[in-house]
């Protein structure tokens, strides 16, 4: 056996995609060609680590000569889907089918959610759209991310699977269907790797039926699941074809298994709406940003739903609950519900060079707006909790001293928080809060992104009184740089005497809060001066 990086197995896979994909163009081109430029998307939890390691991949170990890197995955859906919705309008406005739009709805702002329910994970986005049609031109300008970084379509499919198994269990106890982790059950893995294939078949076919009429499933004794099946019937593990004894009462008593959508709603409900909560947060705390000019009871204008576990109707019933939204505005096309990501990933680079068919449609600079809360932690009530610094969606204003002197735009922001520092050693740490709440307790809660040290018996403190200490007001600037992907923070203190202290951080991740879960970003504390 050999162990690989997890750079190398990512390699193997798209390696055989790219194969797979250069087959198919010269089985529809008798010259044959060869793939020379690829655009890719990521989730929008990725680090910028990680998405670096698609480009590498892609580039270095198979040697396509023009990669791209596009926008996260549920933003380069929802550009895709709202072009194509604004092409429509624009065509239907020129040939005067809606001649009698007012100018309100020839010109309009709207706010919109894209909910990317993929294989893997939950992307979500939160966009602004600006559509001037007089002037044939849609600005979108990305707002928020959040998601699920470890849940998506395949979890559901695993439920279903682990359903239809509980139910053939128990009415053929004698037998053990064994499937699942290596880790679990190592000695017998490699005998029933055909196992999780065919299970993991079943339960794809079973989702399938219950999402759709009659929202119920039969599992089928001839479906072909049942003739390489390993089992243990209490003489070790042999397979049931159709010439072993056991295979025809296995059948018989698995034919009479059937899953509803009911059941497996009622096992994906937490999770799912999890998701959607994260989504609501997202959308409050763009309300809380009063610079952003929407009304504290406002809603979205719409919830696009993409990626093709979407079509499960809990989540769109989900989204009207937690939401107070009508039905018409929560929008699902199964068309174009896998599609939209790739396309819309494609159409961002031709977005930035040319309009399509028209209808310009410009992605607004992302670099100047903050995609996740950035915080700090505090003690509030005897307790450790998240303070946001910079919100979602919070405009940042360009450095141009920077700027000149870096040769890049770099975009700036600044808070001031009263923080506690009577204690010999302070650390306050810079963290993520995924759940978007106000208040959140750190020992459970957000993730670190990384510390500031700050010593008690540092000269500049050291004269302070511990009255004093106990409520320091800081000052925290942030620097973006969006060509680099570095940003840097910087927490300023100033005596009364006007002489300041900085400390800094430094992280590299593209979104300031993308650190995939269970990993922090590296980065140390230096001080600057006084």
Not at 406 to 423: I, Q, W
Not at 447 to 452: A, H, L, S, T, V
Request: hydrophobic letters at 40%; aromatic letters at 10%.
């Amino acid at each position: 056996s050999a162990w690989y990086t997890a750079e190398e197995l990512a390699g193997f896979y798209l390696k055989e995609v790219v194969r797979q994909a250069e087959e198919a163009i010269k089985a529809s081109d008798a010259q044959g060609a060869r793939i020379e430029e690829v655009v890719f998307t990521y989730p929008v939890l990725f680090s910028d680590s990680q998405v670096a390691a698609i480009g590498r991949i892609l580039g270095k170990r198979i040697g396509i000569p023009r990669v791209h890197r596009s926008l996260d995955e549920a933003n380069a859906g929802a550009i895709r889907f709202v072009y194509a919705e604004a092409l429509e309008e624009l065509h239907r406005l020129k040939k005067g089918i809606a001649s009698g739009a007012t100018s309100a709805a020839r010109r309009r702002t709207e706010y919109v959610i894209n909910y990317d329910f993929g294989g893997g994970t939950i992307d979500i986005a939160l966009l602004r759209l600006d559509y001037d049609f007089d002037a044939e031109r849609v600005v979108s300008t990305p707002i928020g991310v959040t998601g699920f970084y470890r849940f998506g379509g395949e979890d559901v499919t695993v439920v279903v699977r682990d359903i239809v198994l509980e139910k053939i269990r128990k009415r053929v106890p004698r037998v053990r269907i064994p499937c699942g982790d290596p880790d679990l059950h190592p000695a017998e893995y490699e005998a029933i790797r055909g196992n999780n294939y065919l299970l993991w078949f079943l339960a794809e076919t079973a989702k399938k039926g219950i999402y759709t009429d009659p929202r119920t499933y039969r599992v089928d004794p001839d479906g072909g699941f049942f003739n390489d099946l390993m089992v243990d019937s209490g003489r070790g593990l042999e397979p049931v074809g159709p010439q072993n004894p056991l295979f025809r009462g296995l059948a018989d008593e698995a034919a009479r298994v059937t899953i509803t959508r009911d059941e497996v709603d009622e096992r994906i409900r937490d999770r799912v709406a999890a998701s959607i909560e994260r989504a609501y947060n997202l959308w409050r705390f763009t309300l809380a940003h009063g610079q952003l000019g929407l009304e504290g009871g406002a809603r979205p204008d719409r919830v696009i739903l993409t990626g093709r576990s979407s079509s499960i109707p809990l989540v769109a019933e989900l989204f009207a609950k937690r939401f107070g939204l009508a039905a018409d505005k929560i929008v699902f096309r199964p068309d174009q519900a896998k599609r939209v990501v790739v396309e819309g990933a494609c159409f961002y680079r031709a977005f930035e060079s040319a309009a399509i068919e028209g209808l310009e449609f410009l992605v607004g600079d992302a670099a100047s707006r903050i995609p996740v809360p950035l915080g700090i932690q505090k003690t509030v009530h005897g307790r450790p909790c998240f303070a946001p610094l910079f919100l979602n969606g919070q405009p940042l204003e360009l450095d141009p001293e920077a700027t000149k002197r870096l040769g890049e735009k770099v975009y700036s922001a600044s808070r001031v928080e009263e923080l506690r520092l009577d204690r010999p050693v302070v650390y306050v740490k810079i963290c993520r809060n995924l759940n978007y709440t106000d208040e959140v307790d750190l020992r459970s809660g957000a993730e670190k992104i990384g510390f500031f040290e700050i010593r008690r018996e540092d000269p500049f403190f050291a004269d302070w009184p511990d009255e004093a200490l106990r409520r320091v007001p800081c000052r925290f600037r942030l620097e973006k740089r969006p060509g680099s992907g570095r940003y840097s923070i910087e927490a300023i203190f100033t005596r009364p005497d006007g002489i300041e202290k900085a400390l800094e951080f430094h992280f590299e991740d593209h979104y300031l809060a993308a650190v995939p879960e269970g990993e922090e970003a590296t980065g140390g504390g230096s001080d600057k001066g006084a």
